[in-house]
């Protein structure tokens, strides 16, 4: 009779014990599920707040009046983007418009933040010749043998043609013999990132370390190819093959005053400019004030021609959308 209780007492302990498994397990799947459905619901408001900060960016990009290839852009001290128009007629007045608030937006249950910055103050890989991408390496510390790899390997990245060139890399010689074998494209680029594909070119050249820029910050694949004197970095106003006295006034002058011609230098730097009409917008959506969602677009502002040639209305040209991680 004592055995008969004592293995009952065991059976019910063995039950409580696995209903209590059950129980925790249960309620540590309905809390994980919940936490997910928080995390979606969270994403996805973000990802509607960053989408919100890019209408928002375009919104001041066109500006009222505001033409692409006209008035001027600058940055200010602390290196915000700045957009100017010309006051007058026949004039060179420059008056800053006002900007649109770009830091921590409140709208419905989250808020926004937005960045804008000039693209054709980057170095544009499809045109740049040799030259002046070998002064730009040279602008972010990189000797010479480093310098000759990344240059020919990025030339044979563009041309279409398989012929390698003596420090560089195609298909067959190169990258088909790597652990995760690629061809090259053989065609212009389509995106910076794709720099990591070209021989030579590491992360830490890319994305910078400690004492040296990042080459991602220097080079784009869109706008024109001018490089916009007012908005440009040290690195790549070095690489269009100014002087570092020159670089120093330009970058002293230009926060107070943007340029409007480049006539001022005795010698005129081929590839240099002082509008702009190609931007980047760096987005983010912020939930309980943290960054849930992000989004780096590049639009460029144009107008079109209609029947008769007459210009249509000015907008806005969207070139790449890319969600990034927060």
């Known amino acids: ?23 925790t397990e249960l309620a540590m799947s309905m809390r994980l599920e919940a936490s997910m459905v928080r995390s979606y619901k969270d994403v996805t408001l973000a990802t509607h707040l960053a989408e919100a900060a ?32 010309n006051v007058g007629v026949g004039t060179s007045v420059l008056m800053k418009q006002s ?14 933040s937005y960045r804008i910055s000039d693209e054709q103050a980057r170095l ?21 043998e480093a310098r000759d790899i990344i240059n020919d390997s990025l030339q044979d990245w563009k041309d279409p043609n398989d012929l390698t060139r003596i420090n560089g890399a195609e298909s067959e010689d190169f990258y088909l013999k790597l652990p995760v074998p690629y061809r090259a494209r053989n065609g212009a680029l389509q995106d910076t990132a794709e720099l990591l594909q070209i021989r030579g070119v590491t992360r830490e050249i890319y994305r910078g370390e400690k004492d040296h820029p990042a080459l991602a910050d220097l080079v784009t ?6 490089v916009n004197m007012n908005t440009a970095s040290a690195p790549v106003l070095k690489a269009l093959g100014l002087l570092d006295a020159e670089v120093t006034e330009i970058t002293q002058t230009r926060t107070k005053t943007p340029y409007t011609t480049t006539t001022p230098w005795r010698t ?15 987005a983010e959506g912020l939930i309980a004030g943290e960054p849930r969602a992000r989004i780096v677009a590049i639009v460029q502002r144009r107008t079109g021609r209609q029947a008769g040639g007459a210009a249509s209305p000015l907008g806005v040209v969207m070139l790449s959308w890319r969600v990034a991680q927060p």
């Open 268 to 282: 005129p730097r081929p590839g240099m400019g002082y509008v702009s009409a190609t931007f980047r917008i760096e």
């Open 124 to 144: 544009n890989l499809n045109t740049a010749a040799p030259p002046l991408m070998d002064r730009l390496l040279t602008a972010i510390g990189l000797d010479k």
């Open 99 to 112: 900007r649109l608030p770009r830091q921590r937006v409140a709208l419905g249950a989250g808020e926004f």
């Open 221 to 226: 694949v869109f706008g024109g190819n001018a």
């Open 54 to 85: 890019v209408q928002q960016a375009m919104r001041e990009i066109l500006g009222p009046g505001r033409a692409p290839g006209s008035d001027p852009i600058g940055l200010d001290e602390d290196g915000t983007l700045s957009f100017y128009r």
């Open 1 to 23: 009779m004592k055995n008969e209780r004592g293995f009952a007492l065991m059976v019910v302990m063995l039950v409580m014990t696995l209903l209590g498994i059950i129980v």
